[in-house]
């Protein structure tokens, strides 16, 4: 790593707004991010030419091992993930043992640790990576079934990771629009720069700790709504809104109100951001009604927000359209960001092993702001 120490030391730097805006933390050579071009590239390769085309596998393979994966690999990545697709009894009961209200996101953050506890120790590695990925639809699927009263099922190993995982949560063999929506979801969210979550597992791994502490740790990151909590939030406000007719009143009322506009806006680009494109499209196809609405309200907001925010350049996000992907697939609005985390898990993986392989302590350093000279007073003496 040479990652560089702060403004001062980093030309391409903007003056400090603080949030760590501009600062390179890390080098990496697992994907980029343009955000001037709108541009998302894993290891080499376009994000327009992974989404349509590629299995969750495929840039699962790509993100960890440097290469896309001849037919060969893909099969013994295949095998690898059914031979971990199981969860050890003490992960059940403690998926069992949490209130059936319990966030989705909270239950796989506990049972990841959980699993963690019985499972995984030393340093991280490629091995740890698969069994950790393959076993987090099993623990949200789990849970959900829990919740609804149904038994718990076994993975069937002819599906692929996508259809699994939809598999597992209705008992049905998925729909193959709904495999291919999910999957191409799993490939576009996979892996995003040093986003916060990915930021924070390096963190953790740079203490040398274990590759599940700082998966838990990503998972806390990836949960707030500034970062990956969005996307339930995104239908929450289309379903406020209803109607087309209503767009605009509520929008400008929210926005004049300084109100954040979930699944709007982003640190890094200042254009479209290249995955809410493909995910548009796809949200098109999948639900035509729901997407008139969306799109309605996208435009609105948009020209809204160039109105009354001038100079912002605002565009949607990814989350924006995940809404209304995940929910045409089947997925339950509390459902989404853990999802996220099923597909941002390789990309966490990936970015913990490139951590550990050339690692240095990341350990910035704070302006001290507070006072200097206090005199002390014992407890006896404070009034
Ligand atoms: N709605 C309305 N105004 C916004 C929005 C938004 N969604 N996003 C940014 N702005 C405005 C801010 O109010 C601010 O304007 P001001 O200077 O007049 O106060 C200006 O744009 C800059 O905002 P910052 O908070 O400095 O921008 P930052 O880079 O920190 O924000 C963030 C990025 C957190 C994603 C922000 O755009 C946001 O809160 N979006 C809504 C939540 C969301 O969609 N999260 C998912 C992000 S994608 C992901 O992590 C996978």
Redesign the pocket.
């Known amino acids: 790593n040479t990652p560089q120490k702060d403004n001062a030391t980093n030309p391409a730097a903007k003056p400090n ?1 603080g ?1 760590l ?1 501009g600062i390179v933390a890390a080098t990496t050579a697992i994907s980029k991010v343009d955000g001037t071009a709108g541009r998302l590239v894993y290891r080499g390769y376009d994000i327009h030419d992974l989404a349509r085309t590629c299995s969750f596998e495929e840039v699962a393979h790509l993100l960890w091992f440097g290469h896309l994966p001849n037919q060969k690999e893909l099969s013994e990545l295949h095998e690898r993930f059914t031979a971990e697709r199981s969860l050890p009894e003490n992960v059940l009961q403690t998926i069992r043992e949490l209130p059936s209200t319990t966030e989705p996101m909270d239950v796989l953050r506990t049972a990841v640790s959980t699993w963690g506890a019985v499972s995984i120790s030393g340093k991280p590695t490629i091995e740890q990576a698969i069994a950790v990925t393959a076993r987090f639809p099993l623990i949200l699927a789990a849970f959900n079934r829990l919740r609804n009263g149904k038994e718990i099922l076994e993975s069937r190993s002819e599906l692929g990771h996508a259809a699994n995982y939809l598999y597992l949560l209705t008992g049905e063999v998925p729909k193959d629009e709904h495999v291919q929506g999910l999957n191409s979801y799993l490939v576009l969210l996979a892996d ?1 720069g040093m ?1 916060a979550s990915t930021f924070t597992a390096r963190i953790v791994a740079s203490t040398e700790s274990d590759i599940v502490s700082s998966l838990v740790a990503a998972l806390g990151a990836l949960k707030g ?4 909590g ?1 996307p339930s939030k995104v239908q929450d406000m289309l379903r406020t809104i209803g109607t087309v007719e209503n767009a605009e009143p509520w929008l400008r009322e929210a ?1 004049t109100h ?10 890094v680009y200042k254009t479209a951001d290249p995955r809410a494109e493909e995910l548009r499209e796809m949200a098109r196809v999948a639900d035509p009604d729901d997407f008139k609405l969306s799109r309605h309200v996208e435009e609105t907001a948009l020209a809204l ?1 160039d109105e009354l ?1 001038p100079g ?1 350049r ?1 565009y949607t ?3 924006y359209y995940s809404a209304a992907l995940m929910k045409a697939v089947g997925l339950s609005g509390d459902l989404f960001t853990p999802t996220f985390a099923v597909s941002r898990c390789a990309g966490w993986t990936a970015h913990i092993l490139e951590q550990v392989s050339n690692n240095r302590l990341i350990r910035p350093e704070a302006e001290y702001t507070g006072p200097l000279n206090e005199t002390f007073v014992p407890l006896a003496d404070r009034s």
């Open positions: 707004k949030g805006e995003h986003n709504p500034l970062h990956g969005a926005i300084g109100g954040r506009l979930m699944g709007f806006g982003h640190r927000l925010k912002r605002l996000n990814v989350e």
